[in-house]
């Protein structure tokens, strides 16, 4: 299924030339992002060796490694953001470094000493809204960060149905990535590599949490949180978390491309499984985006059309007919999934 996955053109269109200001149209080659203070800014809370280091040794090598990576795949002409949307389909010199290059970017520009929380902003009226105070945000981010096994981030980030949630994500991971179990658009990461505190804070990450939590740029987060809650990558994100439509969509891969080629042995072998699963993608909640009378209709449709074919099978009818009726079948399919990207 990792060759299979689906998006609208038009909307990537949009999507990866609006979202997220730091981040916006980053292509092969990618290039070390300006830092956006000097090394002291940050002192007393990052120690400006802690801050060339991080930033001009590991940084700087999860973009080299990321070029170097990428040269000569397909996987160059992906805009940062589809490397994370499709990190399962990466190798995990790819996918690391894309991650380290995404996370990093984010964490530089979510650090200020001098951009308080401000809880009349939209983050901090959803923060109050969300968590009670901005306190108990932090004593979570404290605790995702904190238990966190080895190296890895803690998120504050924007679920598909535009609520804030905090998680944290092992290595180089974020919650857009397709391998994550909590999906959504991050507006803060806090890095808890030990490369991120230990010359300051030695092995006491928690100290280095309690005190990075209080040098957070709210100005930069809410902005992060504004263009996340209007970006299209939640609906596609929203769209690939939807384990119905995933569900049929594998089994309608691995019949309908081999009848294209003439092999209409997986159909006539899975018709009654086909069928099965669309029942179950009628059966199931849809998502809030998706749970429009026009996607209802193609559902009914997808099922109809699933009936029928499978009785064509049962029947024993010929090579063309089934192809012809699968293949309508996979239009209508289509008009719920959108366009594939391969």
Known sequence: MK?????????????????????????????????????????????????????????????????????????????????????????DVIRNNAGGHYNHSMFWNVLSLNSPFNGQSEIGKAVNETFGSLDSLKRLLSKAGATRFGSGWAWLYVTTDKKLAVCSSPNQDNPIMDVSPERGIPVLGIDVWEHAYYLKYQNKRGDYLATILNTINWETVNRNYMEALASPLLKIIEKESWTALNIFHEVMAETFHPSEEGNLKPIRERSGELLAKARLLQSGTIPPSFDTPEIKKSIDDLVKGAIALNQMVVKKADDKTISKKLGDLHDTFHTIQGLCRH
């Open 3 to 91: 060759n299979m996955k689906c998006y609208t053109i038009l909307v990537l269109s949009i999507l990866f030339t609006g979202f997220n200001s730091v981040l916006t149209a980053q292509n092969y080659p990618f290039k070390l992002p300006e830092l956006p203070y000097g090394y002291d800014a940050l002192e007393p809370a990052v120690d400006a060796r802690t801050m060339e280091i991080h930033y001009s040794k590991h940084h700087a090598a999860y973009v080299n490694n990321l070029n170097v990576a990428l040269k000569g795949t397909r996987q160059a002409d992906y805009s940062l953001e589809e490397l994370m949307l499709y990190a399962g389909e990466l190798n």
